[in-house]
Each structure stands twice: as C-alpha cells, then as structure tokens.
T-cell receptor
Framework: EPEVTQTPSHQVTQMGQEVILRCVPI?????FYWYRQILGQKVEFLVS????????KSEIFDDQFSVERPDGSNFTLKIRSTKLEDSAMYFC?????????????FGSGTQLSVL | AQKITQTQPGMFVQEKEAVTLDCTYD???????LFWYKQPSSGEMIFLIY??????QNATEGRYSLNFQKARKSANLVISASQLGDSAMYFC????????????FGKGTTLSVSS
C-alpha cells in the first residue's frame, strides 16, 4: 500500500526556535492535512491544504504556524517560535480526491519535544 | 460544526470475546462519513472501517463491524473474537460531504485485551 512519509521521526528543539516538519504525501493525492496529538490525548486537526492553498484550519493553527508545498512532492509544517505546549506528535495525512468515503492515509508522525 | 463523542476512556475484554466501542456524533449535514482508526502503542494510525450516512447496510471488515444507528447518531465499533493484538487506542472520526473536509476525531477509547 502507498505510504505517507514523515521526517524526522523525532525533533528536539529549544523554546522560541523555529522548526520545520516535513512530509511526502502519496503521489497522486490532492488533499493534505496536519494533525497533532498531545501524549495520550485526542488527534486534533490543524490544517488542510488543497490546490496550493489552505482550505481549512482550526483554532490551534494560529500565526505561529504555516504550511507550504515547496515542490511537487513535499508538504511542510513550520512553527515559527515554538512553545512548551507545542510538544506533541505531529501527523501528516493525505487523501486522494477528498471524497467523503476516502480514508485518510497517515504518516508515522514526528514527535516534537520543546525544551 | 460536527462533533464526535467517545464516552469510554478504557475498555477491558478477554481474548476471544466480542467488544463494542461506543461512538456518537453530531452534525446538521445529511451526507457524512464515519471512520474508525486504531492506534497501537507504536503510534501509527491504522484505518479500520468506514460507514457512509446513506449506506443502508452496516459496514463490515473482517472481525470489525460498525453498528450504525442513524436515528440515534451512533456508530459503534464491534470487534468480534478479540485478540491480544487488538490492545490499542481506538478513535472514531467523521467528515461531512464537502470535498476535502478534514476528519474530526473523538477522544478515543483504550482497549485492553487479556488472555
């Protein structure tokens, strides 16, 4: 089965530093998403991206966050000035045509630790 | 806005027994999709089963079935013949029928299967 790839698997950073989390969605998918999961808690939606622009975002996705698709394959999440509460697992996901019955394919996640 | 509620933080079951994980949802949309994902301790998100709001029959995928009661707005996951490997966190999620709309997840239920 095709896979969503995320790098790095673990990222440790100091508070106030910028981090970029990277994802390679499945090649023929059109819709891309970022979710986060604080340890042991629910999977929270951050942002969705289609046709080179944000299509939806949650309250969590404030001005500190940005997403980009710099080329035809990568999809990145940038956190400009990390806070302790940004520590979480960040999942990238993609979907083909964005149809209601299409499952999300998730990457294996990046565990972000802000010290 | 749609909402997913999972009221069971933890469930315990013996091997080979069946277990039902509860999920209720709320949406004003008539067309929507319901999903269940499994998250083992390794952290990846594994798709289990999908039910469309207009599907007349309950979805089944191997040992997984979805008990869909539209009038009650419930979409319970039934796992038959539990196995030790079923021990994991289980998330119910939904999306509405607009292209690319993100899946929104419940808080999850931790299932523990004992021998």
């Amino acid at each position: 089965e095709p896979e969503v790839t995320q790098t790095p698997s673990h990222q440790v950073t100091q508070m106030g530093q910028e981090v970029i989390l990277r994802c390679v969605p499945i090649s023929n998918h059109l819709y891309f998403y970022w979710y986060r999961q604080i340890l042991g808690q629910k999977v929270e939606f951050l942002v969705s991206f289609y046709n080179n622009e944000i299509s939806e975002k949650s309250e969590i996705f404030d001005d500190q966050f940005s997403v980009e698709r710099p080329d035809g394959s990568n999809f990145t999440l940038k956190i400009r000035s990390t806070k302790l509460e940004d520590s979480a697992m960040y999942f990238c996901a993609s979907r083909g045509q964005g149809l209601t019955n299409e499952k999300l394919f998730f990457g294996s996640g990046t565990q972000l630790s802000v010290l | 806005a749609q909402k997913i509620t999972q009221t069971q933080p933890g469930m315990f079951v013996q091997e080979k027994e069946a277990v039902t994980l509860d999920c209720t949802y709320d949406t004003s949309d008539q067309s929507y999709g319901l999903f269940w994902y499994k998250q083992p301790s390794s952290g990846e998100m594994i798709f289990l089963i999908y039910q469309g709001s207009y599907d007349e029959q309950n979805a089944t995928e191997g040992r997984y079935s979805l008990n869909f009661q539209k009038a009650r707005k419930s979409a319970n996951l039934v796992i038959s013949a539990s196995q030790l490997g079923d021990s994991a966190m289980y998330f119910c999620a939904m999306t509405i029928n607009q292209a690319g709309t993100a899946l929104i997840f419940g808080k999850g239920t931790t299932l523990s299967v004992s021998s």
